[in-house]
């Protein structure tokens, strides 16, 4: 539905734009069965990214995307990481359980601004993507600020993994 709602678009860019689909990696056999070969430019690609090789494959996949598309996964943080605009798509039948219905996913809309760009239909979403892609100006700005507020607050240049690691240490007596 969102292929066809994209291609669909008033949009010329949208109609033709590259689409990568990169399904969850716990939920890659329900996509065994899907065929996108009707749609023109549209790939399917990548796994589960915990080995060398499909951790550079999924890196490659956001750096060269002009945007990032979900419903709600953890690639969204990646993404405002590597400074990308994000959207999603609050439809009801999705969004009470496992979007809004989440804790954690009111971080993505509220932390520093808000993260994600959310729609509320698909109409609504396409005009958000086209005007996203004509201007991402908005968008990178969100990553940045979310960022800064939630993967990075003590500033983006200050790695938090170090930290993370020093907190532990020091909170149980280990020592290095």
Known sequence: RWIQ????????????????????????????QVDLTEFKNVGFFGGHPVDPASKNDYFDSLYYASAVVGLNTSAFLEAGVAGKPVLSILEPQISQDNQEGTIHFHYLTQVGGGLLETARSLEEHVLQLSATLADPRAGIERARRFTEGFIRPQGLDEPSTPRFANAIIGTYGWSR
């Open 5 to 32: 709602h994209v291609r669909g678009s008033a949009d010329p860019v949208l109609r033709e734009a590259g689409l990568l689909i990169r399904p969850h990696p716990r939920r890659l056999d329900e996509w065994q």
